[in-house]
């Protein structure tokens, strides 16, 4: 990939990356606040316990996604980015236009997701 490219392409993750962060930080204290204003009921309780178990699985979500988004970030510094894992060929730009933290072409990973579906 040429390096122009591989720049516009490192600058969206690197946005991308601090807006997940901020979401996080956002997520954390709003968990952290939830249920902090006095004693509840049982009732309350046990909103505010399904409350912060939600926002605590929220956080576990985009953290899975810092990690892809930070190993696109290594593919480019590493050169491979924009190579699929599987076939070693290049991913279409397109498919990287949508998803810059894409690890494999269209065609492997529909292959990879079948697989993954027959599997038990």
Do not use: W
Request: glycine share 6%; charged share 35%.
């Amino acid at each position: 990939m040429e390096p122009k490219l591989a720049e516009r392409f490192k600058k969206r993750l690197l946005q991308t990356r601090e807006e997940i962060i901020g979401q996080l930080r956002q997520r954390d204290g709003s968990a952290q606040e939830i249920g902090q204003n006095g004693i509840q009921d049982i009732g309350d309780e046990s909103v505010i316990i399904y409350n912060r178990h939600l926002l605590m699985s929220l956080s576990e979500n985009e953290r899975a996604k810092l990690i892809e988004v930070d190993e696109a970030l290594d593919r480019i510094e590493n050169g491979s980015f924009g190579m699929c894992e599987e076939c070693e060929e290049p991913i279409a730009l397109k498919r990287l236009e949508v998803m810059p933290n894409a690890r494999y072409c269209v065609r492997c990973k529909e292959e990879l997701e079948k697989v993954s579906e027959e599997s038990p």
